[in-house]
C-alpha cells in the first residue's frame, strides 16, 4: 500500500478523537442548486442541441443531429429534454446535479410545443 495512502487510514480514527457527537435538531443541508440544468436552459437553442446531441451520442444511440429540444416534466426530480434526432427518434435527457445525463428512450415525441 503506498505510504501516504496508509498515513491517511491510520490518521482517519484519530479525527474523531475530541469531537463533539452529532445533534438531532441540525437542519440538513439544502440540495445543491443544478447548476448544469440552469446552464442548460439559458444556453443558446444551436449549443443546447449539440449539447443533448453529444449526450445522446456519448450514449451510444444513433443520432447524427439533434432537430427539436422541448422542455418535459421533470425525471426523478431531475431536469429533463426532450430532443428528437434526425432519425425521428426522441430520446428524453435527465441532467443530475453533479452534470451526468441520463439518457431515456426512445420516447413518443412530447406533445405541444
Same mark, same amino acid.
Given at each position: 500500500?503506498?505510504?501516504?495512502?496508509? !498515513?491517511?487510514?491510520?490518521?482517519?480514527?484519530?479525527? !474523531?478523537?475530541? *469531537? *463533539?457527537? =452529532?445533534?438531532?435538531?441540525?437542519? !440538513?443541508?439544502?440540495?445543491?442548486?443544478?447548476?448544469? =440544468? #440552469? @446552464?442548460? #436552459?439559458?444556453?443558446?437553442?444551436?449549443?443546447? #442541441? +449539440? &449539447?443533448?446531441?453529444? +449526450?445522446?451520442?456519448?450514449?451510444?444511440?444513433?443520432?447524427?443531429?439533434? $432537430?427539436?429540444?422541448?422542455? /418535459?416534466?421533470?425525471? $426523478?426530480?431531475?431536469? @429533463?429534454? +426532450?430532443? &428528437?434526432?434526425?432519425?425521428?427518434?426522441?430520446?428524453?435527457? @435527465?441532467?443530475? @446535479?453533479?452534470? $451526468?445525463? #441520463? /439518457?431515456?428512450?426512445? =420516447?413518443?415525441?412530447?406533445?405541444?410545443?
Amino acid at each position: 500500500m503506498p505510504r501516504p495512502i496508509l !498515513a491517511l487510514l491510520l490518521a482517519a480514527p484519530l479525527a !474523531a478523537c475530541g *469531537s *463533539s457527537p =452529532a445533534t438531532n435538531n441540525e437542519a !440538513a443541508a439544502p440540495a445543491p442548486a443544478n447548476d448544469f =440544468a #440552469k @446552464a442548460l #436552459k439559458t444556453m443558446p437553442e444551436g449549443q443546447r #442541441k +449539440a &449539447t443533448l446531441y453529444r +449526450a445522446i451520442t456519448d450514449a451510444r444511440q444513433q443520432c447524427q443531429q439533434v $432537430n427539436a429540444v422541448q422542455d /418535459v416534466p421533470p425525471v $426523478n426530480g431531475n431536469p @429533463a429534454w +426532450a430532443a &428528437t434526432c434526425d432519425t425521428g427518434q426522441t430520446w428524453i435527457v @435527465a441532467v443530475g @446535479a453533479d452534470g $451526468n445525463a #441520463k /439518457v431515456i428512450g426512445p =420516447a413518443a415525441p412530447p406533445r405541444g410545443g
